[in-house]
């Protein structure tokens, strides 16, 4: 049975389900019925930071345009550009045996491309979740559906995987951003063009 989270909910992974080291991360959304006469293209990302928050270098980024970090720990498994469908919309694996020692968290977002252009805000999305399941057995170990609680974010923070005493651990934290990927990239240290 999936733990169900709230926001600013902590969990543990990895203390209920000893040996657990191969996870899947499943983002999904849907869009409401106030149509902008545009596709919503929604883009998953993850970035593997340090102590300080900040990511170490730019591989650290890990997105629909570098979609395998260098020490093979996480792996974007491609970019759904409708959001059509059930399920998960896009999905990142991290194999928590290979996470560099200087990484402590590895945060998941998710942004809407060309958001000011197209007029698109997270307002317009319903259904928003992300879950985490074990890639070994297809079990899902805990879900977070982020409600309602956005008017005109371009970009979300929907959680974090972090280490703490050994364990790892997941936090809910629900978090809207204005700017889309650009305002992401800067809090977490990475330099756009």
């Known amino acids: ?12 992974l990895t203390k209920d389900n000893p040996g ?3 996870v899947v991360v499943g983002l999904g959304w849907d869009v409401n019925a106030f149509d902008t006469g545009g596709a919503f293209d929604l883009d998953a990302a993850a970035f ?3 102590e300080n928050g900040k990511t170490t270098c730019s591989e650290d980024f890990v997105f629909y ?24 919309d896009e999905q990142i694996k991290i194999d928590l045996t290979r996470i560099p020692p200087n990484i402590s968290r590895v945060a998941f977002t998710v ?24 890639e070994t057995n297809g079990q899902e170990i805990l879900r977070y559906d982020l409600g309602e609680d956005f008017s005109i974010e371009t970009a979300a923070v929907f959680g974090e995987l972090y280490k703490n005493n050994g364990e ?4 809910a934290i ?6 889309g990927l650009a305002a992401l990239c800067a809090n977490y240290g990475i330099d756009v063009e």
Do not use: C
């Open 1 to 12: 049975m999936p733990v169900s989270l709230k926001k600013g909910q902590k969990v543990s």
């Open 20 to 22: 657990l080291s191969r």
């Open 174 to 179: 629900g978090s809207g951003y204005q700017g």
């Open 65 to 88: 345009g570098n979609l395998r970090h260098p020490s093979g720990a996480v792996e974007h498994l491609g970019d759904n550009l409708t959001g059509v469908g059930d399920g998960d």
């Open 168 to 171: 790892w651990k997941f936090n």
């Open 48 to 50: 593997l930071l340090g």
């Open 111 to 134: 942004t809407i491309y060309e958001a000011e252009e197209r007029r698109q805000n997270f307002g317009q999305i319903n259904n928003a979740f992300i879950r985490i399941f074990d």
